[in-house]
């Protein structure tokens, strides 16, 4: 009998989603118009930091008055967030032999960082860590990002330590929050090891430490 795949998604992907402010523009209608936002919030972003960014800048950037943004986000922090999860969504997710999920792919996706490609999330991860410093809104908002992340990982383990697929003496909820360490220092590679990012050798190894740190078998 085949054991159920459990599908562990990248640890920003449970960031909350904003919600639609209150219009009488379809879904459809706002699309658009949402998608220069994004797109100019996310230029904005990564050249200027978090806190140097207004609201009023986003919307000249998009095309639009500074009133018509608030259609779409209720904030600057609901904003950003929807970059970083727009920069994790579009992510291709690595697997093995294409066909690992759940924990089995969770390694792949811990070395996933060490690439050129995810240069621009791990500079927006550090803008939020940076931000939340300061905006209890971004705090709150990335508290409720890094718990699901962990539970969600941790539920995965313990799913898998049940199949016997890894160590059943390891703590999951340790386990879910070592990995979550792991890729947040991988986010500073451009400050602490920026040779490094891109090197095959150094993705091969940190593959190798997250499998370990998992338990897998």
Do not use: C
């Not at 402010?21 to 200027?48: Q, V």
């Not at 939020?128 to 941790?154: D, N, Y």
Request: proline share 6%; charged share 20%.
């Amino acid at each position: 009998m085949s054991r159920p795949r459990i599908r562990t998604p990248p640890p920003t992907e449970a960031l909350p989603r904003p919600q639609l402010r209150n219009s009488n523009e379809t879904k459809e209608e706002l699309r658009p118009t949402r998608g220069r936002i994004l797109s100019a919030a996310e230029r904005l972003f990564a050249e200027h930091g978090f806190s140097n960014v207004s609201m009023p800048m986003i919307a000249k950037a998009s095309g639009i008055t500074a009133g018509a943004i608030y259609k779409h986000y209720d904030s600057k922090a609901d904003l950003f967030f929807e970059v970083v999860r727009r920069t994790v969504q579009s992510v291709r997710l690595p697997s093995v032999d294409g066909s690992a999920t759940g924990v089995a792919a969770l390694p792949g996706i811990v070395a996933m960082y060490t690439t050129p490609r995810l240069r621009l999330l791990r500079q927006l991860a550090l803008e939020i860590h940076s931000a939340s410093a300061k905006h209890p809104k971004v705090r709150r908002l990335l508290r409720q990002s890094i718990e699901g992340a962990i539970a969600q990982i941790g539920n995965d383990v313990a799913a898998a330590q049940r199949d016997q697929q890894v160590d059943d003496t390891l703590d999951p909820s340790f386990v879910a929050s070592t990995t979550m360490v792991f890729i947040m220092g991988l986010m500073h590679m451009e400050t602490l090891v920026p040779e490094l990012v891109g090197n095959s050798a150094w993705h091969d190894f940190v593959h190798n430490r997250a499998a370990a740190l998992i338990g897998l078998r």
